[in-house]
């Protein structure tokens, strides 16, 4: 966001712009790109990563492997068993992926015309980040039913309404609204599953979002929930944690991912970590990439 404190940015076009933004430059400094290509595994010889293999068959060598993956991806399933240090894939069993935060996506009609501030179209309130959550009580009870394995009964809602900065991603007097949803536990009490909850759920966030903004479940077009495990299989996110294992104290700085392996290096030589599972962590901001491509580069291996 043009480097001020506190303030998020859109990406034009939507999140996917900023991929098309990258792939364009990669493409203008020489680099080929292989998509819809799934790595089947890390090959490696002698303690040094050497190549990739795809699904189909088809391998490529190379002296320097980055792998934007989480740690079990990477390590115990593109990997070969025991090549790697016991006591290092111990602390990689440690990780911990816990989440429990689901992602409710809708098109709408109109924009949120809160009780407060219930005039139509966009205003100042639009362009912002709007959260739903009114105590640290609020916080606490949602938090405890989480602990139990439920989904809150009253969850916390963040949302943003990204037309309101951007019109090239709705139809003229359409409108796109994400909200992030606290709590939403990966793993449920026994008996219970996402199939079974995931109708009642939705319908306690937006009876939530009704009670500020009654217009909004009546200008839904259309919807798309995402819980942890929606998020885990549809984009393979251990856990359904969009930040490649829990952003807490115990696996930050130097203890990301893992106590001793916070520079990007690997114990399997050429073989880098360059996504949000290493240091700094999650977040659109490019510093877990630069990071490693420095270290790629002071290694001299390419």
């Known amino acids: 966001a043009g480097g001020a404190r506190g303030v998020w940015g859109y990406i034009r076009g939507g999140m996917g712009g900023l991929a098309t933004a990258l792939v364009k430059t990669c493409q203008q400094r020489g680099v080929d790109l292989l998509l819809n290509a799934p790595v089947q595994a890390i090959t490696e010889q002698q303690g040094c990563a050497t190549g990739i293999r795809l699904v189909d068959g ?4 190379a002296k320097v492997i980055a792998s934007s993956i989480d740690p079990e991806w990477t390590f115990k399933r593109l990997l070969p068993a025991n090549c790697l240090p016991p006591e290092f894939m111990a602390a990689v069993n440690r990780i911990d992926y816990s989440s429990a935060s ?3 996506n809708l098109a709408l009609s109109e924009p949120p015309r809160f ?3 219930p005039q139509s179209g966009i205003g100042p309130q639009h362009c912002g980040t709007m ?3 009114d105590s640290v009580e609020w916080i606490e009870k949602a938090y405890a039913d989480a602990l139990l394995g439920t989904p809150s009964e009253r969850p916390i809602l963040e949302m943003t309404l990204p037309t309101s900065v951007d019109s090239t991603i709705a139809p003229p007097g359409k409108h796109l609204m994400s909200i992030f949803i606290q709590y939403a536990p990966y793993r449920l009490k026994p008996g219970l599953s996402w199939d079974q ?8 966030c937006l009876d939530t979002v009704a009670e500020y903004a009654p217009n909004v479940p009546n200008a839904i077009e259309h919807l798309q929930f995402l819980s942890p495990v929606d998020i885990e299989q549809r984009y393979g996110l251990t856990g359904g944690n969009i930040f490649q294992g829990a952003m807490n104290l115990n696996q930050l700085f ?7 392996w916070s520079d990007h290096r690997t114990p399997l030589s050429g073989l880098y970590l360059c996504g949000a599972a290493s240091h700094p962590g999650g977040g659109v901001m490019g510093a877990c990439g630069r990071n490693a491509a420095r270290e790629i580069l002071r290694d001299r291996l390419i």
Do not use: Q, T, W, Y
């Not at 088809?58 to 060598?61: I, P, Q």
């Not at 130097?254 to 001793?260: E, N």
């Open 197 to 204: 909850v995931r109708d009642s759920f939705v319908k306690s």
């Open 58 to 61: 088809r391998e490529f060598k």
């Open 115 to 117: 009780n407060v501030l």
């Open 102 to 104: 689901a992602k409710l």
């Open 254 to 260: 130097l203890m990301r991912p893992v106590l001793g």
């Open 131 to 133: 959260h739903i959550c």
